[in-house]
Each structure stands twice: as structure tokens, then as C-alpha cells.
């Protein structure tokens, strides 16, 4: 990757359907110095990688608003809170102009309906005729129905235009000229009507095709709107867990600062039930902690001096001080909303289909719509067919209005990615959302993955009768108090949590790769390997050496503990399994995916472990450097590979990888370089994200289906291909109020994923 490229994301205002979205995407991806550019309608964002050597963001959002649309940078600093905040308060303004609009229209349609309906009421129609005329009723109607154009569907009419100056064509267009085109024909008959007497025809009107019509599309937008606000219900809750201040100690005095004020180093004071107001490392005390919002864990986590910290958490119990470690757009709350909103605005490949349809739409259906005009304007009598021809097409233009195609996968995407992210899973695109779905073969590093990754005692057998097992455990954990070793650290943990008193160790001596010894409670003590007992001149037993060789064979490292030149015992110690392991793995193979264990550790401890969890193809011993190679050639199998792993050695694996998979517990780099990061260590969460995978997918193909499945039936049945056999025509109220109800039923099927248990 380009060292020089970045990143931005824009909101884009202004867009009204998936050619809206195109427009966009065209205008950012045609300006040099952009990489790729994709427009999410949903949540009109526009994610944008782009050089800056080239390109500024300014330019970006020049070129958008050259498109006909607005663009304002979403910064993921310090003021997110604030920004979100704003934009936030500009969209309830706009939906608040949009009722405004739609109940002004809503209004003036009641009034305007049953007066163009008078003929079908004999005492209204002859009380019309006797004291208004026609004619007279026709110019009341065109007054009333002037207000529905000018204001209640002004921005229709006006993105149609700006449309037609960038010579484009968007749902607007369709909306302007059918609604256009019924108001002129009615202002021509109210106004003249003797032109169409002369060819014979009838002077009808259909101001109340026009403002019914806009009335019921605001009604859609309406509601459309609403069910957007819920889509982003996720980023929205993430964004409101930030603190708002901070309680900085100082010269030991107390003072509230705002967070964006915060500098690293500060120490912040945190009090019961208060919530963490950025990252960083437990100085001072100790206290529970509820991390749920970062790793979907209900449990609150212990934490005391040394331990980290994160913004947004919540202090449960006790009071505690912490140095700052990371403020503002580094902490790992700003990192998790910024991972979730370039995810909710990309765009998925499955809406490549979507965008093709979408980009010839509009110009198809005025094609459509003009040859339904001409073949009925041909085929029906002198006296009906012009109304006849002007219903039919503004009908087609009406009900097919491609937004319910636009709204289709990025509703889903958004609320999927949200699920995920409030589970403690983050997914960095809507690419790597759908590729999971197709995952056949799962391929897990053992290491802190399938194990948790730092040795942990498994068993202590003691050999000689005359010595207890707690007097051994206490002797051999006081010796290893003074080693560094990771397995001396082990025994000291595990004895640690019998609470087992140490004691004071005289001339302790380390001996590098064979163990350590010294002298505790006045009895000489050596703990290692059969080296260290055979240059301690200590016997090695039968029962010791078949105690070791059946502990090697179980993938555990064992130790022999001596006193006073006796072997008394043996320990052992292993990088455990963690509980959820097995259980993951089996729910992976329960819905046919392959599980394949990848680690650099022997052969035999391998297969130990890969037996212990049910896995039944491993590659062992295999250098960090060729665990790539390793995915390739699973890959070359024909398999649509996810690597699972959390440290440095994977993160070329995870990069090769179909799905890259982080473990939460992991490293930055290896984070980096998966598509899906899990911020709770256990596998079971890998379970989760293809679970929620193949959820949002069939969501999509769902939503896809329904709009596709709309457009297909309406138009033939709005073109009047029925009628010869029927008698069917379609209102063009009746296509308004279809495609209204098209888009709301769309976002309410993506919205059911909210309900949804992974």
C-alpha cells in the first residue's frame, strides 16, 4: 500500500435514492488523486481513500457538491461526542422540515380529492355546476394544488433539475416528470380548455393524481426516515458511551476537565460507579470493571495496579487512580467507532448487481414510460386517449422509483456491522461481512488461540510419601519467587491461588536451561529437568522418570522438585486449553466448516492438543514465516479460508487469509492486517461472526429479492399490459403509495437483524 495514501469519510447530504449514491461515487472516484470512493445511502456516509500529495478533503467535497449533493468531513477526534451531536441535530431539523412538507401535502390532498371526485356525487356535482362552473373548480383546484408543488415537493423538482444540468436522471427525475407532467396537462385544460374540445377530447384534470401522489411519497420518505435513524442505532450508542470529563489529580487536588483537554500522563481518579474517562494503567487500587461495551462480556472484569484500563468502560466497585496512556482519536473507544463507520459505509460486493441495475434504471424506465404513453395514445379512441396514455405513464414513472434497490444492502450492512460491534465483534468492511458467510475452512493457531496462550500448572504428583503435597508446593513455589522464567511464574501463580504461604529463599542459583535451586526453611530445593538433577548428583526413580514420560506424552512440560537430594515430586505445566475452545470448534464443524490447527510448536504437543479439542488435521512445527504459505495451500485446495490468530508471527497468515480473524487479546499488528476483529478472547465469538454473516447475507438476498421482485411485477402491470385481458389498470396514487411502502418494507426487514440472537 501507498505509504502517502489515507483515508476519509464524508457525509453526504442531499441523496434520495441509488443513483443519488452513483452520482456521488462517480464524482469522488473520477477526481485524480482518488484511490476508491464508496457511498453508502443508508447512512449517507462516503468512505474515501485517497492521496493527499494529489487530493485535499476539501477538493473531495467540492467535487460532491459540483454532483449536486453536500459533503462535510466526519472527524474522529477529540469532538466526536460534539459532532455527532450536530449532525445528529441537522438531521432532526431536516426530519422536522420533512413532516412539515408531508403534513402541509397530507392536508391540502384531503381537500383537493374529494373535489375532483364531485362527478361521483350527483347533489356535489349539481351544487358545483350551479354555483362554481367547472371551469371555476378547476382554477380552486390548481390554487390548492400549487402549494404541494412549490413547497411540499420542491426538492423533488429541484434535484430533478440539478440532475438534468449534470445531464443525469435520478429517482427525482422519475417523481418530477410523472407529478410534471399530470400538473401541466391539468393547468392546459383549466386554462384552455377549448384545445382539447376541438380534437375532441375531454378537458380532465389531475391535480389530485399530482398531489396525492407527492403526499404519499413524503409519507415513504417519512417513514424512511425514521427506520435510517434505527439502522444507526449502534454507532449512535457507542459514540454516547464517551465520558464527557475527566477528574485529573493534580498537586493532590481534584479537578473536572473536559476529556479533549486530557494530556497523555495524566493521572484521573475514577470513583465507583463512574465511567473510565480514557485508556490507560491502573496506578493505584483496585476495583470491578464493566467492559461489556467493548467485548459483549455481561461479567465485569477484576482489575488492580498494572492492569489496563478503557475509555467508556464502567467503574463497578471500588476507587482507583490511572496514569493516561491514550487520549482521543487513539483510544481504543474512538478506534472501535471509527472501525464500525468506515464498516457501516462500505459498500458489499453482492451491491455491485444492485449499482449495475441501478446506474441504467432511470433512463429505462422514461423509455418505458414514453412507449406506454405512445402505444395507448395510438391504441385507444379519439376522445380517451390522451388521459388514457398520461395516466398509464405517469404510473410507470411513479412505481418505479429505484429506492427500495438503493436501500437493499446497505440498511442490512449497517445493521449488521452495528449487531457485531455491540457483541464485541468489529468488522472492518461490508467485503469481509459477506466473504464470511462463504468460510468453509477454519484454520486456528494454537497459541493463544485454541490455548490461552502463558503456562498454567496442570499437575502436581508427589513421589514420596513423607512429604505432603502443600509443604512440596510451598517450598518449590517459594524457590521459583526468585526466578523470571515463565514457568517459575506459573507455579508461583498456581500456588498463589491455594493461598500457600512463601517463605524465605537463601543462595538461590539459576541454572540457564535446566531449572533453579537454593536453600528454603533450611532443606536444599532443585526444580527442573533430568539435567539438573543428574549435576545435583539426585537419583532419578523409576516411578519418577515413568511420572515424566507420561506427562510428555499429555503435551505438558514437566519439572522434578528434589529436597535434600530426594526427588519429591513431579510438576507440570502447559499452555491449557481454554474452556470455550472445544465447544467453538464443535459448532464449526456442526455447520460443515473444516477446522485446521496451525502452530509452530512439535509435533506430539500438537496432536495432544488438537485431540483434546476434536480437530483432526494439524500442521505442526511450521516457522512463522510459512504460516502464509500454509493458508495458500489450503486455499489451493479450493477452500475459502478464515485464519484465526493473535500475534505478530500470524499477521502475514491473517493478511493471506480469505477472512482474517483477530483475537481481541492479540497485538495491533495482527489486529491490522484481519477483516474481522474479535475483542473477546474466545473462539466462540468466531462461531458468532459467521453466524451473523450468513444472517446479514440472507437478509440482503431478502431485501434484493423484494425490490427486484417489485420493479418486475409493477411496471408491466403500471404499463397497462393487463388491461386488454383484465380490464387491470394501476392508479398512479396506487403506484405512489407502492413505492412508498416498497423502501419502508426494505428497512424493516434490515431492521429485524436487530432482534436477531447470535
Not at 149 to 158: A, I, N, P, Q
Not at 503 to 522: R, W
Request: charged share 15%; hydrophobic share 50%.
Amino acid at each position: 500500500m501507498n505509504t502517502d495514501q489515507a483515508t476519509v469519510t464524508l457525509e453526504i447530504s442531499g441523496m434520495h435514492c441509488a443513483s443519488c449514491a452513483a452520482f456521488v461515487e462517480d464524482a469522488l472516484a473520477q477526481t485524480q488523486g482518488v484511490k476508491r470512493a464508496a457511498v453508502n445511502l443508508a447512512s449517507e456516509k462516503a468512505t474515501v481513500e485517497f492521496l493527499p500529495s494529489v487530493v485535499n478533503i476539501a477538493a473531495l467535497a467540492a467535487a460532491v457538491e459540483s454532483a449536486g449533493y453536500g459533503a462535510q468531513e466526519l472527524r474522529h477526534d477529540t469532538n466526536r461526542a460534539q459532532q455527532a451531536a450536530a449532525s445528529e441535530e441537522r438531521k432532526h431539523t431536516e426530519y422536522i422540515a420533512l413532516k412539515r412538507r408531508f403534513i402541509t401535502a397530507v392536508i391540502l390532498a384531503a381537500v383537493i380529492m374529494p373535489l375532483s371526485m364531485t362527478m361521483l356525487f350527483t347533489n356535489m356535482e349539481h351544487f358545483i355546476h350551479e354555483t362554481l362552473g367547472m371551469q371555476a373548480l378547476n382554477y380552486v383546484l390548481l390554487v390548492l394544488t400549487l402549494p404541494v408543488l412549490l413547497f411540499s415537493g420542491r426538492e423533488f423538482y429541484v434535484s430533478a433539475y440539478n440532475a438534468f444540468l449534470h445531464r443525469m436522471a435520478n429517482m427525482d427525475t422519475l417523481i418530477a416528470v410523472g407529478t410534471g407532467a399530470a400538473f401541466a396537462y391539468s393547468v392546459v385544460a383549466t386554462v384552455a380548455p377549448a384545445l382539447f374540445e376541438q380534437l375532441g377530447m375531454r378537458a380532465e384534470v389531475y391535480y389530485d393524481t399530482t398531489a396525492t401522489i407527492i403526499a404519499l411519497i413524503l409519507l415513504g420518505k417519512v417513514l424512511e426516515t425514521r427506520a435510517k435513524g434505527q439502522t444507526s442505532a449502534a454507532i449512535k450508542k457507542l459514540i454516547g458511551l464517551q465520558a464527557k470529563t475527566a477528574r485529573v489529580l493534580v498537586n493532590e487536588q481534584e479537578t473536572d476537565v473536559p476529556i479533549e483537554k486530557l494530556h497523555l500522563g495524566d493521572v484521573i481518579v475514577v470513583r465507583p460507579g463512574e465511567k473510565i474517562a480514557t485508556d490507560g494503567e491502573i496506578l493505584e487500587g483496585a476495583s470491578s470493571v464493566d467492559e461489556s461495551m467493548l467485548t459483549g462480556e455481561s461479567l465485569p472484569t477484576q482489575k488492580t495496579s498494572g492492569d489496563a484500563v478503557f475509555g467508556g468502560t464502567v467503574n463497578k466497585t471500588g476507587r482507583f487512580t490511572f496514569r493516561a496512556t491514550k487520549i482521543g482519536a487513539d483510544t481504543a473507544l474512538a478506534q472501535i467507532v471509527r472501525l464500525v463507520e468506515e464498516a457501516q459505509g462500505s459498500k458489499a460486493p453482492i451491491q455491485r448487481l444492485a449499482d449495475t441495475i441501478s446506474s441504467v434504471f432511470v433512463p429505462t424506465v422514461v423509455v418505458i414510460s414514453i412507449l406506454t404513453f405512445v402505444v395507448w395514445f395510438n391504441a385507444m379512441p379519439a376522445d380517451t386517449r390522451l388521459p388514457f396514455a398520461l395516466v398509464n405513464f405517469v404510473a410507470v414513472l411513479i412505481i418505479a422509483c429505484p429506492c427500495a434497490l438503493g436501500l437493499a444492502t446497505p440498511t442490512a450492512i449497517m445493521v449488521g456491522t452495528g449487531k457485531g460491534a455491540e457483541n464485541g465483534i468489529l468488522i472492518r468492511n461490508a467485503e469481509s461481512l459477506e466473504k464470511a458467510h462463504q468460510i468453509s475452512l477454519v484454520v486456528l493457531d494454537k497459541t493463544g488461540t485454541i490455548t490461552k496462550g502463558e503456562p498454567t500448572v496442570t499437575d502436581v504428583v508427589p513421589l514420596v510419601e513423607a512429604e505432603q503435597m502443600n509443604t512440596i508446593l510451598r517450598l518449590a513455589a517459594s524457590l521459583e519467587t526468585n526466578s523470571e522464567h515463565p514457568l517459575a511464574a506459573a507455579i508461583v501463580r498456581y500456588a498463589s491461588q491455594g493461598n500457600v504461604q512463601m517463605l524465605p529463599v537463601q543462595n538461590f542459583l539459576s541454572v540457564q536451561g535446566k531449572g533453579a535451586k537454593g536453600m528454603v526453611d533450611g532443606k536444599a530445593i532443585a526444580i527442573g529437568n533430568a539435567k539438573l538433577m543428574t549435576d545435583e548428583f539426585i537419583p532419578l526413580t523409576e516411578l519418577a522418570s515413568q511420572t515424566l514420560e507420561h506427562l510428555v506424552t499429555q503435551a505438558r512440560t514437566a519439572m522434578f522438585v528434589a529436597i535434600d537430594g530426594q526427588i519429591a515430586a513431579v510438576i507440570a505445566v502447559a499452555d491449557v486449553v481454554r474452556a470455550s475452545s472445544k465447544e467453538a470448534i464443535q459448532a464449526l464443524q456442526a455447520r460443515g466448516i473444516e477446522v485446521v490447527m496451525l502452530t509452530g510448536d512439535n509435533k506430539q504437543t500438537a496432536e495432544a492438543i488438537a485431540n483434546e479439542v476434536g480437530i483432526t488435521r494439524v500442521f505442526a512445527e511450521v516457522l512463522p514465516h510459512d504460516k502464509a504459505n500454509a493458508v495458500k495451500q489450503l486455499q489451493a485446495e479450493g477452500n475459502i479460508v478464515a485464519m484465526v490468530g493473535d500475534g505478530i508471527n500470524d499477521a502475514p497468515a491473517l493478511a493471506q487469509a480469505d477472512v482474517g480473524i483477530a483475537i481481541g487479546a492479540g497485538t495491533d499488528i495482527a489486529m491490522e492486517a484481519a477483516s474481522i476483529t474479535l475483542m473477546r478472547s474466545d473462539l466462540r465469538d468466531v462461531v458468532k461472526a459467521i453466524d451473523l454473516s450468513r444472517r446479514t447475507m440472507a437478509n440482503i438476498k431478502q431485501n434484493l429479492f423484494f425490490a427486484f421482485v417489485y420493479n418486475v411485477l409493477g411496471i408491466p402491470l403500471a404499463a397497462g399490459l393487463l388491461y386488454p385481458f383484465t380490464g387491470w389498470l394501476l392508479s398512479p396514487m396506487i403506484a405512489a403509495a407502492a413505492m412508498a411502502m416498497s423502501s419502508v418494507s426494505v428497512l424493516t426487514n434490515a431492521l429485524r437483524l436487530k432482534a436477531v440472537k447470535i
